[in-house]
């Protein structure tokens, strides 16, 4: 069971809404809890894959009339997760007040992606401003699966450090290592980052590269927006990274660019530089990410993640951590 209420009453992406067609059943897994995801009319449903019946999985299930039907006994389950179908007893309803419902979970649509919430919401989905701004072209990464603590993940997004490394020869150059000053603010919106980063190639893929110093907004543990560039070029990644269980999960991030790139070989391009993040990451020991700022050793330019981990620890998020 789930003891990290900060992150079991927060929203966190399950699916690119285009993974969920209608009359198909979709199973995810979130925070460690199997979920089934369909289309009843014009809403997405998300709820427990256990039929109340005997406990069997949904997802191998159907959609037949409006509503999802049980492989083992044939229940069916409307759009509220009430059952008003059995085979068996074919005249024969549950009493409105008895346990033949599917447990639901919150869900909601926003930003071409899927989001569920296990607890009770405590905030609204996070705000991505350039959004509904048509002068920005947009480009989805679905769900990229790491075999590593969400926290270990996520950290690395905001990890200014590695990326001379790591992508060296795609989007870093080990040659221009050396980190300036950037500051670091604890807001009551969360984290932000000021001016950090290091030099980057060119998003274009011209071959030359930049040290446009980038900004980061931490709003959620799991989430956060990236933006760099200036007015006549600018970049803004959405990030967003959701725990399967303790050492797994998927990250999906949005990239809007208020320029032209080449579509194909950007997405090859930004590819490559994700599988060098899971990869890199993937390597960590230990998978979960260490609260205890004694456990590793920290570099001055570690600001950014030290205060990450401290403000973990302050709202006490605790599933991936050790």
């Known amino acids: 069971m789930v003891t990290d209420l900060i992150l079991q009453d927060d929203w966190h992406v399950v699916a690119g809404s285009q993974d969920l067609q209608l009359g198909k059943i979709l199973k995810v897994c979130l925070l460690g809890q199997d979920i089934v995801l369909w289309r009843s009319s014009d809403q997405v449903v998300a709820w427990e894959d256990r039929c109340p019946h005997r406990g069997a999985s949904l997802a191998g299930g159907w959609i037949e009339n409006d509503t999802l039907v049980c492989p083992y006994h044939g229940l069916a389950f409307n759009g509220q997760g009430k059952c008003i179908k059995i085979p068996a007893h074919p005249n ?14 919150h869900v909601q649509e926003r930003y071409g992606m899927i989001w569920v919430c296990l607890g009770t919401p405590q905030h609204d989905i996070p705000a991505f401003r350039e959004w509904d ?29 590695h990326v001379p490394f790591v992508h060296d020869g795609t989007l870093g150059n080990p040659e221009y290592a050396q980190t300036g000053n950037y500051k670091v603010e604890v807001k009551p919106d969360g984290i932000h980052i000021h001016e950090a980063g290091a030099w980057q190639a060119s998003l274009q893929m011209t071959g030359e590269g930049n040290t446009d110093r980038a900004n980061f907004h931490i709003s959620r543990p799991l989430t956060a927006c990236l933006r760099r560039g200036t007015d006549l070029e600018r970049m803004t990644i959405f990030f967003t990274v959701s725990p399967t269980d303790e050492e797994k999960c998927f990250a999906w991030r949005w990239m809007l660019l208020n320029y032209e790139v080449p579509e194909k070989e950007f997405r090859d391009f930004t590819d490559t530089i994700i599988h060098q993040d899971v990869e890199a990451v993937e390597s960590q020991k230990p998978h979960r990410l260490p609260l205890d700022l004694q456990a590793e050793y920290h570099l001055p330019s570690d600001r950014a993640t030290i205060i990450y981990r401290k403000w973990l620890k302050t709202k006490g998020v605790t599933f991936g951590a050790i």
């Open 133 to 161: 701004d048509p002068n920005y072209n947009k480009f989805f990464f679905t769900g990229a699966l790491y075999r590593s603590s969400a926290l270990r993940a996520f950290e690395n997004f905001i990890d200014i450090n």
């Open 92 to 105: 024969q309803l549950p009493p409105e007040r008895s346990k033949a419902c599917v447990r639901p979970y």
